[in-house]
């Protein structure tokens, strides 16, 4: 049984342990799909879900929803999208992205309950 906290609202949630992911962050934590391997630009799709994992959905109400998720290069903002409460389906987004150098991409998330959220960076070779 885990003692530390479950979440924080004013520092950055990221799992430290990818193996044994608390409830909250298997809800939480969004996660990039992308090809690992790609040619400068040339746009390719990322696609990222927030939770989910092991089937452990977030709500989608009024009072508690995804607000936005955010995909980074690096530290560069590539792109960021804002969630409707009630109206999005599955907390899923898809983008058209295009590198010309290697980086690697981080998403996040916030839940206006939970705060932001980090997942697991993807490293993409250009
Ligand atoms: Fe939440």
Known sequence: ???????????????????????????????????????ANEPFVVKIKVGGIDGVEHPNTLSHWINWVALYAGERLISKIEFGAELSDGYVVTLNVTLNESTTLRAQEFCNLHGVWEGKPKKINV
């Open 1 to 39: 049984m885990s003692t530390e906290k479950e979440f924080s609202l004013t520092e950055l949630n990221k799992p430290a342990d990818w193996s044994n992911l608390p409830v909250m962050a298997k809800k939480h934590v969004p996660i990039i799909e992308a090809p690992s391997n790609v040619k």
